[in-house]
């Protein structure tokens, strides 16, 4: 089992970038997927991006996002370039336990453990 702390959140303004972290418990932490999902109020949420178990694989839904991972500090980070008005939202991540090198996932049923987000606001 792992728990998830998400940090790096804040308020932020358009065209600006920032980076959220996702700390993990646990030693076996570089063995799970982990992503990145963020909801808006009123909105479900949805994958930003998703880093395979070793990091050799990534997959964002467009290029203003960056994820990677430092499994030495057990983090995930996921960077968000040219932020927009609509980027406001809590930030999640996920994490999906016995995932095999090179997979990634990004359906939220696909994950096992969620941390309790953090809220990044972006204004004009």
């Known amino acids: 089992q792992v728990q998830l702390v998400e940090s790096g959140g804040g308020l932020a303004q358009v065209g600006d970038s920032l980076r959220v972290s996702c700390t993990g418990s646990?030693?076996?932490?570089?063995?799970?997927?982990v992503g990145w999902f963020r909801q808006a109020p009123g909105r479900e949420r949805e994958f930003v991006a998703s880093?395979?178990?070793?990091?050799t694989n990534t997959y964002s839904v467009n290029g203003r996002f960056t994820i990677s991972r430092d499994d030495d500090k057990n983090a995930v980070y996921l960077l968000v370039n040219s932020l927009q008005a609509g980027d406001t939202a809590v930030y999640y991540c996920?994490?999906?336990?016995?995932?095999?090198?090179?997979?990634?996932?990004?359906?939220?049923?696909?994950?096992?453990?969620w941390g309790q987000g953090t809220q990044v606001t972006v204004s004009s």
């Open positions: 880093i395979s178990a070793g990091g």
């Open positions: 646990g030693p076996t932490f570089s063995s799970y997927c």
């Open positions: 996920a994490a999906r336990e016995n995932s095999p090198p090179g997979l990634y996932y990004w359906q939220t049923y696909e994950f096992d453990y």
